[in-house]
């Protein structure tokens, strides 16, 4: 499924483009609506979902001043205007496509299709290139800067690391914590290779260490060191799928 908020102040418009997603694009789930900018920010922090269908035209502040706040957006665009003049500049801010009010249902099935087949390559071949680097990286030690210098650890000891703004907390199978200088993504770049999963924008783990899924209360894991963690909306297909393979 391709999970997707609408982000448009007519409240008409936000309910007929839901129903027409729900009866001609099936592989799309609308998770929220918002009716501005500052509620479609929460919105999107809230469920991280794959897609956005962004009006243009609000009050106050419009769908590109929502996208100023996102420095690295983790999300499609898909923008949904009345007027075409936008459309450059919706292009301009890597929009995915852009689509005129009213909608028509064609359009809207022509352009979700084009979207989940560049989405699912995308993923297949992410894959990919993950189960190739863990066949051919071998467990060597790693460097993990800490207060006292470098701690040198195997990757198999490191269960699960989690974002504290600009520093990570990781955490080791001896109950030992260390937090590091380093942001989150910074870590990933590091261990990519060695079977650690991206499972929330706050949560990298090791899937050595993930003892089981549990799908009830929007999906989480269970991990060694007995949390649990939640498994964000938008990486679950590719985390169950990877985690199937250890």
Known sequence: MITAVIIDDEKNA?????????????????????????????LINEEEPQLIFLDIEMPVQNGFD???????????????????QYAIKAFKCSAFDYLLKPIDAEDLKTTVGRYAVRRNRSVKDELKVLAAQMQQKTLNRIAIPSSDGLLMVRPDQL????????????????????????????????LTGYGFYRIHHSHLVNLTHVVSYIRNDG????????????????????????????
């Open 14 to 42: 936000q309910e007929v483009l839901a129903w027409q997603l729900k009866q001609y694009c099936p592989q799309v789930d609308v998770v929220g609506c918002a009716g501005n900018v500052p509620d479609g920010i929460k």
């Open 66 to 84: 929502l996208l100023e706040a996102f420095e690295n957006p983790a999300f499609d665009i898909i923008f949904t205007t009345a007027y075409n």
């Open 159 to 190: 269960v699960r690391c989690e974002s504290d703004s600009n520093y990570t907390k990781v955490y080791l199978d001896n109950k030992q914590k260390i937090v590091v200088a380093k942001t989150l993504k910074e870590l990933e770049d590091v």
């Open 219 to 246: 999906g989480y894991v269970m991990m060694s060191d007995g949390t649990h963690i939640t498994v964000a909306r938008n990486r679950r297909s590719g985390f169950i799928e990877q985690f199937s393979k250890i």
